[in-house]
């Protein structure tokens, strides 16, 4: 929730990323009850909201040097 209130691209990305990781993880056999407790969601939803928020064109103060 908090990624969404600060920004929506982070919080669509972030959604995006967890609803992908659980279908995949089902579809290869996860475990439900594993998948339920969010093991399989963390890092998904961090590489989506790398890819789908920071590392686009549409924000340049992500590259911009300190």
């Given amino acids: 929730m908090g990624m969404l209130i600060?920004?929506?691209?982070?919080?669509?990305?972030?959604?995006?990323?967890?609803?992908?990781?659980i279908v995949v993880a089902?579809?290869?056999?996860g475990k439900p009850d594993?998948?339920?407790?969010?093991?399989y969601g963390f890092s998904p939803v961090?590489?989506?909201v790398a890819f789908g928020a920071v590392f686009?064109?549409?924000?340049?103060e992500a590259w911009d040097s300190p």
């Fill in 26 to 29: 089902l579809f290869l056999g």
């Fill in 34 to 39: 594993l998948v339920s407790t969010g093991l």
């Fill in 6 to 21: 600060g920004s929506w691209r982070v919080g669509v990305a972030a959604c995006v990323g967890s609803v992908v990781a």
């Fill in 56 to 60: 686009t064109k549409r924000q340049p």
């Fill in 46 to 48: 961090l590489t989506a």
